[in-house]
């Protein structure tokens, strides 16, 4: 108390007494351990790829529920958490979702809905109309955005820089599944609009993303692709 540089600190008492407010339970590392865990997730990360050959091997749904756990730790506009998990395993589900998703894609690169200039920037990775990873997968996770929430009698409230929130949770997911030992690819089969009809999704909700989960082919290849050097994508005011 004696030497904060804090004129305004916050809680403030008042603030206090009207919402519950408790300690924060934070660790400080030693500055050896510090570097040995950035080096190890950065390491770890970078071996991440999004591949687009899964194996139908199974995967534990408690490895499933334990991704969207961690994910769901986001931080959200006004601590909304303005998402929904819709997890799929039935091959029914996931054939009608590969089907769908497949006739939306061909109409994006064979009818040209995808304009030159973005099939351009795609042609690097390859991909065309053919989704059959959808049913081998043994998961499809598709992640669903609050656009607002809808109370129990009708009532609609605001949410909150949701696609910032929801996009920080998928990236989570991401990194969940990647350190678990499992593969998954951000697939946006553009418009999502079946999703919502297919999963019985309500009116606040929208398809954000949907990612195939399990694990790579043995055989799987993916781009030769390089990231951006730190010098590329990191600006400094010392
Ligand atoms: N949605 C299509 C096309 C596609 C678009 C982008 I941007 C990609 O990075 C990859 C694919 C598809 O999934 O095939």
């Excluded at 809680?11 to 500055?31: N, Y």
């Excluded at 979702?97 to 042609?123: D, G, S, T, V």
Aim: proline share 9%; aromatic share 10%; with cysteine.
């Amino acid at each position: 108390m004696t030497d904060s540089p804090y004129l305004h600190p916050y809680p403030s008492p008042e603030l206090e007494r009207s919402h519950p407010f408790r300690k924060l339970r934070f660790q400080r590392l030693s500055p050896d351990e510090m570097n040995e865990r950035a080096d190890a997730l950065y390491a770890s990360l970078a071996e991440r790829r999004s591949p687009r050959m899964y194996s139908s091997d199974p995967v534990p749904r408690s490895l499933i529920e334990q991704a969207i756990r961690t994910a769901s730790t986001a931080p959200s506009g006004a601590h909304k958490q303005p998402w929904t998990w819709v997890v799929v395993s039935n091959p029914e589900t996931k054939s009608q979702i590969r089907h769908a998703a497949e006739e939306e894609e061909r109409i994006n690169y064979l009818e040209n809905r995808m304009n030159a200039e973005w099939q351009e920037a795609i042609a690097p990775l390859g991909t065309d109309h053919h989704k059959e990873f959808l049913e081998i997968a043994p998961w499809i996770v598709v992640l669903f955005e609050q656009r607002y929430e809808l109370l129990a009698d009708g009532e609609r409230k605001k949410n909150y820089y949701v696609k910032e929130s929801v996009g920080i949770a998928a990236g989570m997911f991401i990194a969940a599944l990647h350190n678990m030992g499992l593969a998954t690819l951000t697939h946006t089969p553009s418009p999502m609009a079946f999703l919502t009809k297919l999963l019985g999704r309500p009116a606040n909700e929208r398809p954000f993303v949907m990612f195939p989960v399990g694990y790579p082919t043995e055989d799987c290849k993916v781009p030769d692709f390089d990231r951006k050097p730190l010098s590329e994508i990191m600006i400094t005011f010392d």
